[in-house]
């Protein structure tokens, strides 16, 4: 049976965008970090590592905003329905029954505000000090069992019954970041169908993000659907600066640190690589990203995509939302992201870019036929030539051309 609301927009795009809650402090994070750390600790501490590198990102409209105040998760809502955004789908943080940042969600579900459509999104990794989810310098470790996942999808139940939730064929949408993870994912699925259907839910509809292993058919683990991740990690595109010769000139210390201790890419490469990406016989909801740059958490070997601008990001949003609208299930693509601001990925208002990100985003939901000729046609900020003639003019005597 299909409801009212999948009726409704069984023709119309639906932009979902990934909502990181790690904005006010909380007691975890006081003393791993330091009391009062909260994620603009990070981001104001970013600095640019070379030239046209983009450091830091600050916030306009909002500020440097407190999630623990209704009033900011109101204006957020009033902002994102206002240029397109049809919900935010916030990371779930569940560590064998312990919660954490759980507070700005816990109190959009209990009061009943912002009126704006949600899901959720379990964030399944080992919280470590680096940042990266890893096995090393762990804060917070997963551990799984099958009384856990039980325990777990009963705490959901209260989400799911809410009315703003967001549905797919009238199922709760219910994501995992990494269900590669998971000792036995379709036990776990299993588990919480039937402990669904028990709570009067109904199934529910749960997609696995492609984040990492982009191998996994879903439906083989007792999921529905997979998200992409973006930017893909597997389809990135080739690494600036990582030629034989910039192999050769970053030992030669000629490239500033910044260049040498990260691994950095272009905008316009990942968005054509992703869109290239062949189509798979499973249902993937596509994913795009106005940026990315994690060098506000880690100063070395962070992932840093150059050269992207709002034009570039509403037209590869805009191509795949016309990919989309083709396809017989009721279209969603996913943003990453809201505001992931030590991530450099957001496309809440930044005092360079002020509100083209979100104009961009509306044009991109409103008009995706347009034509547009953004990527690979920008002339690039960064641009490899630029720094090799001035590196040959100056040691070599001779330009790349």
Not at 229 to 254: E, H, M, V, Y
Not at 308 to 320: F, G, M, Q, R, V
């Amino acid at each position: 049976m299909t409801s009212q609301a999948d009726h409704d927009v069984q023709n119309q795009i639906r932009a979902i965008a990934f909502y990181l809650p790690q904005f006010h402090p909380v007691t975890e994070n006081n003393e791993w970090w330091g009391k009062g750390f909260t994620e603009w600790t990070n981001v104001t501490k970013a600095k640019s590592l070379f030239p046209g590198h983009y450091q830091p990102h600050l916030p306009a409209d909002l500020g440097f905003y407190d999630l623990r105040l209704p009033e900011v998760r109101e204006h957020q809502a009033e902002l994102a329905k206002q240029y397109g955004i049809h919900g935010f789908c916030y990371y779930h943080y569940w560590f064998n029954g312990r919660r954490i940042l759980e507070r700005p969600f816990n109190e959009v579900l209990a009061s009943g505000k912002p009126d704006f459509p949600f899901c959720l999104c379990w964030a399944n990794e080992n919280w470590t000090r680096t940042w990266d989810g890893g096995d090393h310098q762990i804060l917070m470790a997963q551990k799984y069992s099958d009384e856990d996942d039980l325990k777990h999808i009963q705490s959901l139940i209260p989400a799911f019954k809410d009315e703003r939730y967001i549905r797919i064929e009238n199922k709760p949408l219910f994501l995992v970041y990494r269900t590669e993870l998971l000792p036995n994912p379709a036990k776990t699925a299993e588990i919480w169908r039937n402990e669904a259907l028990k709570q009067g839910i109904g199934d529910i509809y749960l997609a696995r993000v492609e984040g990492f292993n982009n191998d996994i058919n879903p439906q083989d683990i007792g999921f529905d659907a997979a998200v992409e991740f973006a930017p893909d990690r597997n389809n990135t595109g080739p690494s600036l600066f990582n030629s034989p010769i910039c192999k050769q000139l970053k030992k030669s210390g000629i490239f500033p640190k910044g260049i040498t201790e990260n691994y950095i890419y272009d905008y316009d490469t990942i968005a054509s690589t992703m869109l290239r990406k062949p189509d798979v016989d499973y249902v993937r909801f596509p994913c795009v990203t106005p940026a990315w740059d994690n060098s506000a958490r880690r100063q070395k070997k962070a992932m840093i995509i150059v050269n992207s601008t709002p034009d570039k990001y509403e037209e590869w949003l805009a191509e795949i939302i016309n990919k989309s609208s083709k396809k017989a299930i009721s279209p969603v693509v996913f943003i990453n992201a809201w505001n992931e601001w030590a991530e450099g990925n957001h496309i809440e208002p930044d005092q360079k870019w002020e509100h083209a990100y979100l104009n961009a985003t509306l044009n991109a939901i409103t008009n995706p036929k347009k034509n547009r000729h953004a990527i690979r046609r920008t002339p690039n900020p960064i641009n490899l030539n630029i720094y090799f003639n001035h590196i040959f003019n100056r040691y070599l005597g001779w330009r790349f051309k």
